[in-house]
């Protein structure tokens, strides 16, 4: 089970319980945090970039508890070349206690989710490019093209507001979600330095090709 983040604990604890969930034709106002990660190859070079997002709404009524919104993309030298990246979707339900300790919980079934940013394509999976399921119980993954995933990390660096679903098995309603993703400014430079690193070794390795 991947980690609530940190900054979200105390936030999450604020929702009311109860609070209605939204049709799905229209988006919902959720709080979504962000967290990226950067992957390095046995030589100590970046291979990718990963930025996480993530929320946590109360359960619809009269259910009590929380359900959390989990989604990432990954970032690739493969990204740059062949202009395709990955999209991670999961989601558990938990309670109170258990968010607030950061313990296991029991995990929805994923069987699709997805990013975008308002007006454009949402992500979806590249035809004929299946994965092997992901380790992670009940989370759905998938190969995605590079410029739907261009244009969410551009709009959560810039501040601006992005959508996001995740398709959760046995459940009648995927609400969309919508918010700014919060990244801490030192996040947010770590994020960018590792796209501007893979940048370098696609525009390096073109150059070497070219020789």
Same mark, same amino acid.
């Given at each position: 089970?991947?980690?609530?983040?940190?900054?979200?604990?105390?936030?999450?604890?604020?929702?009311?319980?109860?609070?209605?969930?939204?049709?799905?034709?229209?988006?919902?106002?959720?709080?979504?945090?962000?967290?990226?990660?950067?992957?390095?190859?046995?030589?100590?070079?970046? &291979?990718?970039?990963? @930025? %996480? /997002?993530? #929320?946590? *709404?109360?359960?619809?009524?009269?259910?009590?508890?929380?359900?959390?919104? !989990?989604?990432?993309?990954?970032?690739?030298?493969?990204?740059?070349?062949?202009?395709?990246?990955?999209?991670?979707?999961?989601?558990?339900?938990?309670?109170?206690?258990?968010?607030?300790?950061?313990?296991?919980?029991?995990?929805?079934?994923? &069987?699709?989710?997805? @990013? %975008? /940013?308002? #007006?454009? *394509?949402?992500?979806?999976?590249?035809?004929?490019?299946?994965?092997?399921? !992901?380790?992670?119980?009940?989370?759905?993954?998938?190969?995605?093209?590079?410029?739907?995933?261009?244009?969410?990390?551009?709009?959560?660096?810039?501040?601006?507001?992005?959508?996001?679903?995740?398709?959760?098995?046995?459940?009648?309603?995927?609400?969309?979600?919508?918010?700014? /993703?919060?990244?801490?400014?030192?996040?947010?430079?770590?994020?960018?330095?590792?796209?501007?690193?893979?940048?370098?070794?696609?525009?390096?390795?073109?150059?070497?090709?070219?020789?």
């Amino acid at each position: 089970m991947r980690h609530v983040p940190a900054m979200l604990l105390a936030a999450s604890m604020c929702a009311l319980p109860g609070h209605a969930a939204a049709a799905e034709h229209k988006p919902q106002a959720l709080r979504l945090d962000g967290t990226p990660s950067v992957f390095a190859d046995g030589a100590g070079r970046i &291979s990718a970039c990963g @930025l %996480r /997002v993530f #929320g946590v *709404e109360p359960l619809p009524p009269p259910r009590t508890g929380y359900r959390t919104v !989990d989604l990432s993309i990954l970032l690739g030298l493969q990204t740059v070349a062949q202009g395709i990246g990955m999209v991670k979707a999961s989601s558990f339900e938990t309670t109170a206690a258990a968010l607030k300790a950061n313990l296991p919980t029991r995990p929805f079934k994923v &069987s699709d989710g997805w @990013l %975008r /940013v308002p #007006g454009s *394509e949402r992500t979806t999976a590249v035809p004929g490019k299946p994965l092997a399921p !992901d380790s992670e119980p009940g989370a759905h993954r998938y190969l995605a093209a590079a410029t739907a995933l261009y244009d969410v990390a551009d709009a959560v660096l810039e501040g601006k507001e992005i959508q996001v679903s995740v398709v959760r098995e046995g459940v009648p309603s995927n609400p969309v979600y919508a918010g700014v /993703v919060r990244l801490a400014p030192g996040d947010r430079q770590k994020f960018v330095a590792c796209m501007r690193d893979l940048q370098k070794q696609a525009e390096e390795g073109t150059d070497a090709q070219r020789r």
